[in-house]
């Protein structure tokens, strides 16, 4: 399964964007990881194939998950981003795990997309 991100760039404190995520197969879950500079690795959002999502702490009730089947495609949509929130997001995906399982633990999945930069200015 390949996985093509797109979306990203640059945004003021308060804005929003959208990432997507197309997959030439079909996996469990799907959403994504997202890394800061100098920081590890860490989970963001998940999204399972019957809907079920599931958020860390840090981006839970901003950012929103959802999944277009007829597209196999995911988005994430980030509202009222933060400096913080400044990383390379990562999609990925996997044939197994649940998408609280995806958040939870160390990050790890099947597939991987490439990274795609979101900056958020102060």
């Known amino acids: 399964v390949q996985l093509q991100a797109s979306g990203g760039g640059l945004v003021q404190a308060g804005g929003s964007l959208r990432l997507s995520c197309a997959a030439s197969g079909r996996t469990f879950s799907m959403g994504w990881f997202r890394q800061a500079p100098g920081k590890e690795r860490e989970s963001a959002a998940f999204i399972d194939w019957g809907g079920t999502t599931y958020y860390a702490d840090s981006v839970k009730g901003r950012f929103t998950i959802s999944r277009d089947y007829a597209k196999n495609t995911v988005y994430l949509q980030m509202n009222n981003l933060k400096p913080e929130d400044t990383a390379v997001y990562y999609c990925?995906?996997?044939?197994?795990?649940?998408?609280?399982?995806?958040?939870?633990?160390?990050?790890?999945?099947?597939?991987w997309g490439q990274g795609t930069q979101v900056t958020v200015s102060s």
């Open positions: 990925a995906a996997d044939k197994f795990r649940t998408p609280q399982l995806m958040v939870v633990e160390t990050p790890l999945a099947d597939y």
